[in-house]
């Protein structure tokens, strides 16, 4: 896929967020992406919650989300979307899921899957990496929803809400306090 | 129906409520920083309450606007959630009102059903040592207030005439003024920081910036985005000595996951031997930074002419015990650091607003149980001055929901008391009226965003902060 077309992708899918917000889009604030492209280090290109994909597809894929409270979502979505597309397009009742709307600049978007599942799915990039850090209740088989992007192979997975948001920028054991 | 009112001063605010009664009270609350997602989450719209949010400046969004590092603007993201929840048909924000002021928290409580303080902490923890009101010190506090275009911090001009800054400190917020302090302007001018400041960096003279800490590496209070950033901070090297890091690599395989890959990442550009890239990178770059640990100050040094900040005194420690009661103890060992540009990032610090809220002043927070202040019906307290001013967004979110719980709880049980009439923002109109206070709107301060924004697109950055109330009330009127 072109860089053109998953451009265009990129901006229809924000564009998306912002009519279905209501609110004025300010182009350039919202995709600012971070200068800082890990170079230094050999990190892995920044990911910022798109999914190439070369057309949407009328094919969906269903997910069932185990909600913080136990119960189960299900609820289904065009492949290439991540899962914090479909949480905000189907606008799943979890609290305070994608606070930075798929910047990776926070950790609310946290799910937990299966091994098999989070096997399955590519490399986590540094940056990733950074955010689930801060993740309450951080397991093996952590990801951040707006990171992983739907596909025919995720068909029917169970995705686990972890039981709360908190990013750990306050604990002692993380360090940071601010 | 009934009003309530939470008030707001500069914090985090995010609440989700549950179901309340059909007979729902109406709710006031100012306007915080990151803060409103209590009509947001959809647990609000079904029930009959009316929030009311009180500011202090016309502009609403606290920290998220004035905090938050002009380069990290998808942390601003979270704006377009508190902006929906401010245009909700039942929630209201009133800008330029000073609580504590313009209106006292009893009349508040006389207006509303329960009135919600989360003013935030608009103070700073001092280092209280000789010197620090020499000319050359400042809390990172109001420097970041400066390059972020807090009102009162706009005459700050800061002299970045020295080739050496200092900063006590070594959390993320002591990091975000290190690598506002070296990046290349071509990268800074195209965010949102102030225009006096861009300019005033873009002729900065400081070349090397110590992030200093009275502990060691592995307490390090930052978190591994921000120190990655500065890592990759293009046109920079790190410059550590390697003595700070003795023994540290040894501990790595008993550390947690967070703690684990942030002393690697940190050994990484401390002590490893860079790879050809790197060195040359390295060898090209005209600014410096690091981290110095185990270092307390002991006192700013003044020039000879006993005006402005020469350098920085520093006891050396060394650390005691393990785990989590480790701490530092000073070896009578004093190391003096030539700087003329101290800034400390020791810590905020919330402030008492009006005698009748209780107020411990050595935890610097509401006395609380849960949210509910102490010995005062009706009146709860959410975010930073609630707990204490740490965490970041997703935190004080967390704590909101929190407080918010508990608010329905009370009003479920009949703890709160919504039977009676209240007249809520009509009552309180009336008094500012009288004393002649002229709330700004949720669209006055959209009128003040769109001439920001348009500003702002000049200049090709997403904006251009109003820095002056009396220009801001001006545009809100308009």
Known sequence: MSVASASIQFFTRLLRYRTKCAVPFHAASRILISPYLPQVFGGNKVLLGTCAQPLRSEEKVTVYFINRDGRKITTSSAKGDSLLDLVVEQNLDIEGFGACEGTLACSTCHVILDQKVYNQLGPITDEENDMLDLAFGLTDTSRLGCQVCLSRDLEGITVRVPDRVNDMRRSDDAGPTL | RSKTCWRYGGTHWYAGLGNANPQGPDWCHTFAPANICLVHTGMFLSVNVQVDIYERLPVPFGLVRFGVAPDHPEVKNVINTFTQTAQHARCSFHGNVRVGKDVTVEELQEAYHAVVLSYGAEGNRTMGVPGEDLAGVYSAKDFVGWYNG???????????????????????????????????????????????????????????????????????????????????????????????????????????????????????????????????????????????????????????????????????????????????????????????????????????????????????????????????????????????????????????????????????????????????????????????????????????????????????????KMLDVGEMLQVARA
């Open chain 2, 150 to 464: 807090l009102p009162r911090n706009s005459e700050l001009r800061p002299d970045l005439s020295c080739e050496t800054a200092v900063i006590l400190g070594q959390g993320n917020v002591a990091l975000d003024v290190a690598r506002i302090l070296l990046s290349p302007v071509d990268i800074l001018k195209k965010t949102d920081i102030t225009q006096h400041a861009l300019d005033a960096l873009a002729e900065s003279s400081v070349r090397r910036v110590l992030i200093v800490g009275r502990r060691g590496p592995l307490q390090v209070a930052c978190t591994i985005k921000e120190l990655r950033e500065m890592v990759n901070l293009p046109g920079t090297r790190p410059e550590m000595e390697a003595s700070e890091f003795e023994g540290i690599a040894e501990t790595l395989k008993s550390l947690a996951r967070p703690r684990k890959r942030l002393t690697e990442l940190l050994l990484k550009a401390a002590i490893e031997t860079p790879g050809e890239e790197e060195l040359e990178r390295r060898n090209r770059a005209e600014r410096a930074w690091g981290f110095r640990f185990l270092r307390k100050p002991l006192e700013v040094l003044p020039s000879t002419d006993l005006i402005r900040a020469a350098g920085i005194r520093l006891a050396v420690n060394r650390l005691e015990g393990d785990g989590e009661g480790v701490r530092a103890v000073a070896t009578g060992e004093v190391e003096d650091v030539e700087c003329g540009l101290v800034i400390s990032s020791i810590g905020y610090k919330s402030l008492l607003i009006d005698p009748a809220v209780p107020f411990d002043a050595r935890k610097a927070i509401i006395p609380n149980t849960m949210g509910r202040v102490q010995q005062t019906a009706g009146l709860y307290c959410s975010g930073w001055v609630k707990r204490g001013p740490t965490g970041v967004i997703a935190t004080t979110m967390n704590d909101s929901f929190d407080t918010a719980r508990t608010l329905l709880q009370d009003i479920g049980k009949g703890t709160l008391d919504v039977s009676t009439v209240k007249p809520g923002s009509q009552g309180v109109s009336t008094l500012l009226e009288k004393r002649g206070v002229k709330p700004v709107s949720f669209s006055d301060w959209e009128k003040i965003d769109s001439e920001e924004t348009r500003r702002g697109e000049i200049k090709g950055k997403p904006r251009e």
